[in-house]
């Protein structure tokens, strides 16, 4: 019992040291900087930070295209932002880049503990080239448009369970019995994981998504990383499975293939998992408040159901589930007339460059009918765009669609309670009516 208590010891420390590496002095160093009154930091911690709107957003913007805030460059300029996601100069920010000092890159080397984290390596969500594409390469036939195609009947199927099953409850909670459940069903059969699976799938995803958040407090990292040992122990069994008996799913390809290893495997088998259905439910979730709180929009819709790819399109302009990213200066780079030297960090505000209004004109007006919003940067940009965008265009159509032809008299029950991370808009919990009383 003594050699297990200290055995415990050791990993929690180790995981306290990384969440102070990579969070925490990030963390106390933006909570000094709010209160200063830098609006980078404001955004962080403000209270109004979950539109493209925020008056913070717009200071920045006020302060030219790539202003330099608490010792980063950041802009919210649309040109800008979709420039420096396909420039190679400009690299994904890592806790292993070489460009990170090496006393830290020993210290945490020393503590990884190989758990499957979306937001360290060997996640293709925080590796660049040649990795990156060595990643996607094995699993993008997946996401390809005719694979997408394909699942379209499934969707419908599983959309129109779920809202069966909703009508045994006049006051369902939409996040977790309905935005939640369709993008999960649908990822699980892609990857090939069993439907009795679905709610503990749904709850490792959900609990180890603020980890691509940043500046988390201890409390969220610790317990996202606690459920990251269960995934990796339920992934490297399953891989030992399939390697043994492969089938025709996505997972098996993954088992497979001789192009990776069991780290990179599992790793990228679980970001698979997390990214196939989160960033759908925050699509889904958030567009639910939008369309319920714009009647004249959703009256447009029933007269012009057509314009349903569209009101996707401008849900994810108007309020992007992710809304900011990092590239880090691989080399000394002249840009917007700045001089940024190697190794600096650069924040893109996908939020704010979909408000841009040189781009998108009267950004702050949600129009399902904007000619323009599928120009939109919700899904990023360049190597690192979104994988399964076009099967979260696919899911948020159906699902949305449905849903309110279904139930027309649908309305919130209450204001829908947010997940608190800076960087992730998402809602944890959703009740509604879903009939007029």
């Known amino acids: 019992m003594s050699a297990m208590s200290d055995r415990k010891a050791v990993m929690l420390t180790r995981a306290w040291i990384r969440w102070l590496l990579i969070h925490g002095i990030m963390r106390f160093y933006l909570l000094w900087s709010a209160r200063r009154g830098d609006p980078l930091a404001q955004i962080a911690f403000g209270q109004d930070r979950l539109l493209g709107t925020s008056p913070f957003l ?14 980063t460059y950041v802009t919210t300029d649309y040109d800008l932002c979709r420039r420096i996601l396909r420039d190679n100069r400009f690299g994904v920010v890592t806790p292993n880049h070489p460009i990170i000092p090496k006393p830290i890159r020993w210290v945490l080397t020393k503590t ?55 009508e045994s409850n006049p006051r369902p909670d939409l996040i977790e019995d309905f935005a939640a459940q369709v993008p999960v069903a649908i990822i699980a059969e892609i990857l090939g994981l069993p439907a009795d699976m679905h709610s503990t799938l749904l709850r490792w995803g959900l609990n180890s998504a603020p980890l691509i958040d940043r500046a988390l407090t201890w409390t969220t990292y610790r317990h996202a990383t606690d459920e990251l040992a ?10 030992d499975e399939l390697t043994a008996e492969p089938g025709d799913d996505l997972l098996s390809v993954l088992a497979t293939s001789r192009e990776l290893t069991r780290r990179e495997q599992t790793a990228n088998a679980a970001l698979l998992l997390d990214a196939g259905f989160l960033t759908t439910v925050n699509l889904l979730g958030n567009g639910i408040v939008l369309l319920t709180s714009h009647p004249d929009q959703l009256k447009l819709l029933k007269a012009k159901p057509e314009l349903w790819p569209d009101t996707i399109e401008e849900i994810l302009r108007y309020d992007c589930p ?15 007339d700045q001089h940024i030297k190697r190794g600096s960090l650069v924040l893109l505000s996908l939020a704010g460059a979909n408000y841009d209004p040189g781009v998108f004109p009267d950004p702050e007006r949600f129009d399902v009918t904007r000619i323009n919003a599928a120009d939109h940067l919700a899904f990023s940009g360049g190597v690192h765009g979104c994988l399964g965008y076009r099967l979260a265009r696919m899911e948020g159509v159906i699902a949305l669609r449905t849903l309110f032809e279904r139930y ?16 992730l808009h998402a809602y944890r919990s959703m009740p509604a009516k879903l009939t007029a009383d």
């Open 408 to 423: 027309p008299d649908l309305r919130l029950d209450g204001p829908p309670i947010p997940r608190r991370l800076i960087n």
């Open 230 to 239: 269960e995934v990796k122990q339920y992934f490297d069994q399953r891989i």
């Open 112 to 166: 990884d503990q190989e758990l499957p984290n979306l937001s360290e390596p060997p996640s293709m969500l925080v590796t660049d080239p040649p990795e990156h594409t060595r990643y996607r390469r094995v699993v993008g036939h997946a996401f390809r448009p005719g694979a997408i195609a394909e699942l379209e009947q499934r969707a419908v199927e599983v959309t129109d369970g779920l809202l069966e099953r909703l």
């Open 322 to 336: 992710v809304r900011m990213t990092g590239r880090m200066a691989n080399c000394d780079v002249d840009i917007a």
């Open 58 to 71: 717009e200071e920045i913007r006020q302060r030219g295209r790539l202003p330099k805030l608490s010792g």
